[in-house]
């Protein structure tokens, strides 16, 4: 595991490595394609990453905001480990900002003092092996803005036999994508939408390099790699558009990744909508099936079909299998 720059009187605070400075006299980091440029002291939009002493620190590195034993289906990955308990874990902040976050009290949380519990990658991967959770999870916030902790955590619990499932947004640059994807075991990937109208007024962000990790993740990693799309009612649930996503899985990725539709729940910024009906979950479904995806999910319902797994008949060697 690399050895870390850390701050003698804060040991939260580590050097980072995907910045460069400005000819203004800021910073601009580097790790995802906001590219925030910061002034001494300032913080980025991802709250964790900050301008101090002339570059980009992390401030977060080793401190969580609570850890959990889960089942790997609730990721959601039901092809990677199927059956396992998994080591869930998470810091604070994020660098979308999705008006509908289902997680909103960490990932968008502005203090600090919620982050209660220390680890070290050390420590984390210790537990996981005394816990007989077979993989760590990074997830509820995105593992891309605590970078280097992750990694480190990758790297140590690799020492011990354990995997790595990173949870995330797929919003981050090329190099440090690289980096992340190869100290990971597996990746759950939100595509939020497949519309730019969609991520650039609920999520601040950008469709365009989400499809491009997506297309990395796949064609450049062994990671095992699943998706998940949140439906939420009116914005992003039209036939049209989830049966032209299911189309580019199935063409740019492959028919065999399998998706999870979800059910949106009322919250952060977004409480004038209800629920996602279970029918509208339904019919997605069988629209992402009818593009040829193979194996598509619902979730956050009752839905005994839709949560189970059936072996598709025609698999064949040479396709990316579960792991």
């Known amino acids: 595991m690399r050895a870390r720059q850390r701050d003698p009187q804060d040991p939260s605070i580590v050097a980072t490595d995907y910045w460069h400075r400005c000819g203004d006299g800021r910073v601009e980091c580097d790790l995802c394609p906001r590219h925030c440029r910061l002034r001494e002291g300032q913080r980025g939009l991802c709250f964790v990453r900050a301008a101090q002493g002339g570059e980009v620190v992390l401030t977060t590195y080793g401190r969580s905001s609570g850890f959990c034993l889960d089942p790997i289906e609730k990721k959601p990955l039901n092809h990677f480990l199927p059956g396992t308990p998994v080591l869930s874990f998470g810091t604070a902040g994020c660098n979308l900002f999705c008006k509908f976050c289902q997680n909103w009290e960490m990932s968008k949380s502005r203090e600090m003092d919620r982050l209660a519990d220390r680890a070290e990658p050390e420590q984390l991967a210790e537990a996981a092996e005394r816990l007989g959770a077979r993989s760590i999870a990074y997830t509820y916030n995105d593992p891309v803005i605590f970078h280097e902790y992750a990694v480190d955590v990758a790297a140590a619990a690799r020492e011990r036999g354990v995997r790595s499932v990173a949870v995330t947004a ?145 698999a064949r060697s040479g396709s990316r299998r579960a792991r």
């Open 170 to 314: 797929g919003y981050i640059e090329p190099a440090p994508r690289r980096e992340l994807f190869a100290a990971v075991d597996a990746a759950n990937i939100d595509l939020k939408a497949f519309t730019e109208r969609f991520y650039k007024r609920l999520t601040g962000a950008e469709l365009a390099p989400v499809l491009e990790t997506l297309e990395y993740v796949y064609h450049e990693t062994p990671a095992w790699l699943e998706l998940t799309t949140l439906l939420i009612p009116g914005e992003n649930d039209a036939d049209g558009e989830i049966e032209a996503m299911a189309r580019w899985i199935v063409e740019r990725l492959g028919p065999e990744v399998p998706l999870h539709l979800t059910a949106f729940h009322p919250a952060f910024k977004i409480t004038d909508r209800p629920p996602t009906p279970p029918e509208t979950l339904g019919r997605a479904r069988r629209i992402a099936r009818a593009q040829g995806l193979r194996y598509v999910y619902t979730g956050n319902v009752r839905d005994a079909e839709g949560g189970s797994t059936y072996c598709h008949a025609s």
